[in-house]
């Protein structure tokens, strides 16, 4: 009796797994003699029965099976790492690591994707959405592309432009104040209006400007998610003040959006970690987001400029 070697662990494991000496051979490139010589020599190392021999079939002991469990949990690891390296054998070593809040993982993200699968048939993505900006700069981002809003500055990061909007209001199609071409903070007053959470900095912004032109709305329901906003307000719940990008993704719902006359921006950044190396795919989606962003922004001046009142009324 002794300790097991690697090579013995392999051939019991692969016995149990495929069931026979042969099967198990073959998996590990080797001859049903040898397996069987290798088996028998296990069982001398172990001290006990792996295998009963019946009708020239091997059949495994209740010990074997409790082997077997403890085998396998330890193959868990090499199993990930082997799976790892045959992704980034399959994806040429591109992996690309996005860290994204959720409404651009919505209504940006994807046809960007989409433009990078064309030109990247062989890139492997993965998305976190959680807000980049929330990583610890000292123990290292870990991702590749950071996509947040507004105006953001790091040592620990490249900051890019991707695109640069100002705040839509949206309205249930049939409001009053879809008549208005352009509403102005006055037009709130006394009205419904759907607001974004107490801690968001756009909704400081719009509760600012409130304050400033001495306008008290009827703030009666309030939500972290642009995307919850507007289907409280396709649903005629009240009317909200958004993003743009969230706002066009409703265009099609009975929705309206108009501009507002106190101009709030709205940038969409890219954060570049400065101690992680440059991934090509990652250089290629941002010029696709920044070609999605720019179309979004002609979309949304032919919507605001064109969209005639009460068109979308239903």
């Not at 123990?139 to 500055?153: A, Q, T």
């Not at 265009?251 to 709205?266: G, Y």
Request: proline letters at 6%.
């Amino acid at each position: 009796m002794g300790e097991l070697n690697l090579r013995q662990i392999e051939v019991f494991r692969a016995t149990m797994k495929f069931g026979t000496v042969t099967a198990a051979a073959a998996a590990l490139a080797s001859s049903q003699p040898t397996i069987t010589r290798e088996l028998r020599r296990l069982e001398d190392t172990v001290g006990f029965l792996l295998f009963e021999r019946r009708r020239q079939r091997l059949h495994p002991t209740a010990l074997a099976l409790k082997l077997y469990h403890e085998v396998q949990a330890s193959f868990i690891g090499l199993d990930r790492i082997n799976a790892c390296v045959e992704g980034l054998r399959r994806s040429y070593d591109e992996i690309l690591y996005i860290a994204t809040l959720p409404a651009f993982a919505q209504n940006l993200l994807p046809e960007a994707l989409r433009r990078l699968m064309g030109t990247h048939p062989h890139v492997s993505v993965r998305i976190d959405t959680a807000d980049p900006r929330n990583q610890s700069p000292i123990s290292g981002f870990n991702f590749d592309i950071g996509l947040v809003e507004g105006s953001y500055s790091s040592d620990n990061a490249e900051v890019v432009t991707v695109g640069s909007f100002h705040q839509v209001c949206v309205l249930p199609a049939g409001h009053p104040l879809v008549e208005k071409r352009v509403l102005a903070p006055e037009d709130f007053r006394d009205v419904d209006f759907i607001s974004l959470g107490e801690n968001d900095p756009f909704r400081m912004q719009i509760d600012r400007m409130f304050d400033e032109a001495g306008v008290t709305p009827k703030m009666s329901i309030g939500t972290q998610s642009a995307n919850a906003v507007c289907e409280m307000v396709a649903c005629g719940l009240g009317v909200a003040i958004v993003n743009p990008l969230t706002a066009l993704s409703y265009r099609d719902r009975p929705v309206v959006i108009r501009p507002i006359s106190h101009r709030i921006s709205f940038l969409v950044s890219a954060l570049r970690p400065a101690s992680r190396p440059v991934v090509n795919s990652g250089e290629a989606l941002l010029g696709h987001l920044v070609a999605v962003c720019d179309e979004r922004a002609k979309l949304l001046e032919k919507v605001l400029n064109n969209d005639p009142p009460d068109a979308r009324r239903r």
